[in-house]
T-cell receptor, first 114, second 114 residues
Framework: DTGVSQDPRHKITKRGQNVTFRCDPISEHNRLYWYRQTLGQGPEFLTYFQNEAQLEKSRLLSDRFSAERPKGSFSTLEIQRTEQGDSAMYLC????????????FGQGTRLTVV | DQQVKQNSPSLSVQEGRISILNCDYT??????FLWYKKYPAEGPTFLIS?????DKNEDGRFTVFLNKSAKHLSLHIVPSQPGDSAVYFC?????????????FGSGTRLSIRP
């Protein structure tokens, strides 16, 4: 098991373009989280899946953001019509069922909107 | 509304001494508390957790203390080592599926000086 994998590691895009990020969680982890982190801040919760069901979405997740987890395995996070304020590190994490003994994070995708 | 607060953005400790990182929370419904460590350009790494039914959990050089009445927890690192220099995030979570998102504080940058 290689841990949580995120792709790409870096993405530079022009304002107005759409971007999609992928997250492959640790196998058999049924919980998957997306977070966003900006400089000097802690990770901010965006959304959470249990298997393929999206159970919670943050108010931070505007209509331009959508996340999916088909078949309860990998997940994608799409941002449509990107804005400069979307520039951040996007982190994915997974954890097993039960008490959150510790969600395991990927290395993140750094998005820069120019 | 910051549910998890780390009021010290930075801390400098001499190598070999004890490092104490503090965290306060506001939501009495949190069941689990976690500490994560983050190096630059990497995702957060789970360090140690504590259930709300305990007041102390120890793992090697790391000990977490929980004071529920004060809604306060702390992470003790002893002895501090150069490799401990990183940003430390306090986090909190519920247990059931409706409260499984992990809420992070803004982090404390720990620097271990020789």
């Amino acid at each position: 098991d290689t841990g949580v994998s995120q792709d790409p590691r870096h993405k530079i895009t022009k304002r107005g373009q759409n971007v999609t990020f992928r997250c492959d969680p640790i196998s058999e982890h049924n919980r998957l989280y997306w977070y966003r982190q900006t400089l000097g801040q802690g990770p901010e919760f965006l959304t959470y899946f249990q298997n393929e069901a999206q159970l919670e979405k943050s108010r931070l997740l505007s209509d331009r953001f959508s996340a999916e987890r088909p078949k309860g395995s990998f997940s994608t996070l799409e941002i449509q019509r990107t804005e400069q304020g979307d520039s951040a590190m996007y982190l994915c994490a997974s954890s097993p069922q039960g008490p959150p003994s510790g969600a395991f994070f990927g290395q993140g995708t750094r998005l820069t909107v120019v | 509304d910051q549910q998890v607060k780390q009021n010290s953005p930075s801390l400098s400790v001499q190598e070999g001494r004890i490092s104490i990182l503090n965290c306060d929370y506001t939501n009495s419904m949190f069941d689990y508390f976690l500490w994560y460590k983050k190096y630059p350009a990497e995702g957060p790494t789970f360090l140690i957790s504590i259930s709300s039914i305990k007041d102390k959990n120890e793992d090697g050089r790391f000990t977490v203390f929980l004071n529920k009445s004060a809604k306060h927890l702390s992470l003790h690192i002893v002895p501090s080592q150069p490799g401990d220099s990183a940003v430390y995030f306090c986090a909190a979570s519920g247990v059931d599926s409706s409260a499984s998102k992990i809420i992070f504080g803004s982090g404390t940058r720990l620097s271990i000086r020789p």
